[in-house]
């Protein structure tokens, strides 16, 4: 029930904005229509299976991952069946999956609808990368030009152009920055205090969006963060008993503090950003009532 929320308020969210964009330009759009591709950036809410092929234990092809994908097999994707994007690339009638660009039998019309960068454990903090040997936010772009190198020879530039500015981009990141560097783990990112964390990884949500806008992209969704007091392993390193397990309140609070700013900040880039749409979607209060209310989705 949980996932089919997130997706239901994701759509509803692209489709408006899209619709928006169109009115201001005069375009008409359809679903079917809307974006020829679907592009993927950012961590394990979001990995498709890049892990599998990099030097990491952060890695989910093995059981009981994928119990429910299609086909019964761990994938790499860190559910037990498909992940935000392959709802919303099948909902939006792009394709049914989205692949990882790491994946060595992708075809051409893989390339063509879009593939994942993303990599479970990654952030935007060079730091957190080190802690999880995943691949960061850079490498991901460096990937990110990989392919439209490869699109290019498929299609030619100008069309290569043209698909990566019309397509759906996909950003999910900076929970494993938090919870590596400034809640788990010593790092020296504790110095700058929450606040100034904060900000930091700010920094970084506006440089990669920048990047991201530089190589082509035009349509770019970010998502917040989740209420990271209520993730299992916070209670965990909490040393909360499993019978006494409660959300923490003063991360669920900086959760929220820091998907203000990240609104505020994404209306701040795009104005900055000729031609882009670029929008927050929200995931803390669907996980968030999930988390609370566990009755509500059949789990007591």
């Given at each position: 029930m949980l996932i089919h929320e997130i997706i239901f308020m994701i759509i509803t969210t692209i489709q408006i904005l899209t619709r928006c964009y169109a009115n201001a330009t005069n375009e008409t759009i359809n679903n079917a229509s809307m974006f020829p591709a679907i592009l993927v950036f950012g961590d394990s809410t979001i990995d498709?299976?890049?892990?599998?092929?990099?030097?990491?234990?952060?890695?989910?092809?093995?059981?009981?991952?994928?119990?429910?994908?299609?086909?019964?097999?761990?994938?790499?994707?860190?559910?037990?069946?498909?992940?935000?994007?392959?709802?919303?690339?099948?909902?939006?009638?792009?394709k049914d999956t989205v692949p990882p660009f790491l994946d060595p039998h992708l075809s051409d019309s893989d390339?063509?609808?879009?593939?994942?960068?993303?990599?479970?454990?990654?952030?935007?903090?060079?730091?957190?990368?080190?802690?999880?040997?995943?691949?960061?936010?850079?490498?991901?772009?460096?990937?990110?030009?990989?392919?439209?190198?490869?699109?290019?020879?498929?299609?030619?530039?100008?069309?290569?152009?043209?698909i990566v500015s019309e397509a759906l981009v996909i950003v999910s990141s900076g929970t494993n920055d938090f919870d590596i560097n400034l809640y788990d783990t010593p790092s020296p990112r504790i110095k700058l205090g929450v606040e100034g964390y904060q900000d930091f990884i700010l920094s970084g949500v506006h440089n990669f969006v920048q990047e991201l806008y530089n190589i082509g992209c035009r349509k770019i969704m970010v998502l917040g963060l989740p209420p990271i007091g209520c993730l299992p392993v916070q209670m965990t390193f909490a040393r909360q008993k499993q019978n006494e397990r409660r959300c923490i309140d003063k991360q669920n609070s900086d959760s929220q503090e820091y998907n203000e700013k990240l609104k505020k900040s994404l209306t701040d880039i795009q104005s900055n950003l000729t031609g882009?749409?670029?929008?927050?979607?929200?995931?803390?209060?669907?996980?968030?009532?999930?988390?609370?209310?566990?009755?509500?989705?059949?789990?007591?």
């Open positions: 498709t299976g890049n892990n599998n092929y990099i030097s990491t234990i952060i890695r989910a092809n093995f059981p009981p991952y994928g119990c429910n994908f299609p086909g019964h097999h761990a994938t790499g994707r860190f559910s037990n069946g498909r992940l935000i994007p392959d709802f919303i690339a099948s909902l939006m009638g792009i390339i063509l609808t879009g593939v994942c960068f993303a990599s479970a454990g990654s952030g935007y903090d060079n730091y957190t990368d080190l802690a999880t040997l995943s691949l960061s936010v850079d490498k991901q772009a460096d990937m990110f030009r990989s392919y439209v190198a490869r699109l290019s020879r498929i299609v030619g530039e100008e069309k290569a152009a043209e882009s749409v670029i929008f927050y979607a929200d995931i803390y209060a669907a996980i968030l009532d999930m988390a609370t209310n566990p009755q509500s989705y059949g789990n007591e």
